[in-house]
Structures are given as C-alpha cells and as structure tokens.
C-alpha cells in the first residue's frame, strides 16, 4: 500500500460529531491535529516507560506509530496537503540542514 493509497483510505473515515458543526472543518481539522498530538504523547510515554523498566515493547510501538500516521496522513489529507509530497519536502529540508551543518564543520 502507497502513502497516497493509505490516506485515501483514511480520509474516507468520518469520526462521530465532529463534522456535523457549521466550523465542521475547523473541528476536524483540531480533532486531528489534537489526536497527532496525544499520539505522539503516547509514544513519549510508552518510551519513558521503556527506559524506566528497561522493557522494550516493539509491538507496542508499532501499534502507536500506525495510529500516529493516521491522525498526520488525515491532518494532511484535511488541509489539502499530499503526504508524498510533504515526505519530499522533509527530505529536503533534512538534507538542506545536513549540508548546512558539514559547511559549519570546515575549517575556515
């Protein structure tokens, strides 16, 4: 399955209530921006946890990744932004400050 294949998948997934609103898209729009949010909360604990017990959960973590990429391929779906296309940019960006930082490196 293709990142696009995925979201449009996901996009078709209408939760309970929240476009029902006038600000219908508003609200979903902070629904998913708030559920990116908490699930990324949940990966932070459940590494904490990791750490603290020393106890990997690989599965766990899968599990949370998977519900993260839901809320981020939805958000972008939700604000008319292609995830493909902002895999690209991150990728230029990453190698942009990569570049940047081996250019600081040099001696003068």
């Known amino acids: ?27 979903l729009i902070c629904y998913l921006a708030l559920g990116l ?20 959960d690989k599965d766990r973590l899968a599990h949370e990744l998977g519900d993260l990429i839901y809320y981020w391929t939805r958000l972008c779906v939700a604000t008319g932004l292609q995830p493909s296309d902002l895999l690209e940019l991150s990728k230029k960006n990453i190698e942009a400050r990569i570049a940047k930082a081996k250019q600081a490196a040099r001696p003068a």
């Open 37 to 56: 949010a908490g699930e990324a909360g949940e990966i932070a604990d459940h590494l904490k946890k990791c750490l603290r017990d020393d106890a990997w």
């Open 1 to 27: 399955m293709t990142i696009e294949e995925y979201a449009a998948w996901a996009a078709a997934i209408t939760p309970a209530r929240v476009g029902t609103a006038a600000n219908s898209e508003e609200r």
